[in-house]
């Protein structure tokens, strides 16, 4: 079993940054796919961030360019680097990781984009 834990969030004006991180209980990182999702007040969690285990990344088309996503597998912890944030990023966020027929997540942070 694998227990995440993120940190990270909190209030941040538009335009601003922030940085998000996932610790997982072991290491797994070589192994399994991680993800960031988040999901607003009255809406579906979204996908929008994914690190495979080789290394491939890919996220969702409105964070393209201003979110990153990367991992340090001796501290057993993912980031996800947002840049230039806009108040349509407010949401709590999670962490995800899927390794064989496992699928764990973290309790959430929350991220609030605002003036």
């Known amino acids: 079993q694998v227990q995440l834990v993120e940190s990270g969030g909190g209030l941040v004006q538009p335009g601003g940054s922030l940085t998000l991180s996932c610790v997982a209980s072991r290491s797994i990182f070589r192994l399994a796919t991680m993800g960031w999702y988040r999901q607003a007040p009255g809406k579906q969690r979204e996908l929008v961030a994914i690190l495979t285990s080789s290394g491939s990344t890919n996220y969702v088309n409105s964070v393209k360019g201003r979110f990153t996503i990367s991992r340090d597998n001796a501290k057993n912890t993912m980031y996800l680097q947002m840049n230039n944030l806009k108040p349509e990023d407010t949401a709590d966020y999670y962490c995800?990781?899927?390794?064989?027929?496992?699928?764990?997540w973290g309790p959430g942070t929350q991220v609030t984009v605002s003036s």
């Open positions: 995800n990781a899927q390794l064989g027929q496992q699928n764990s």
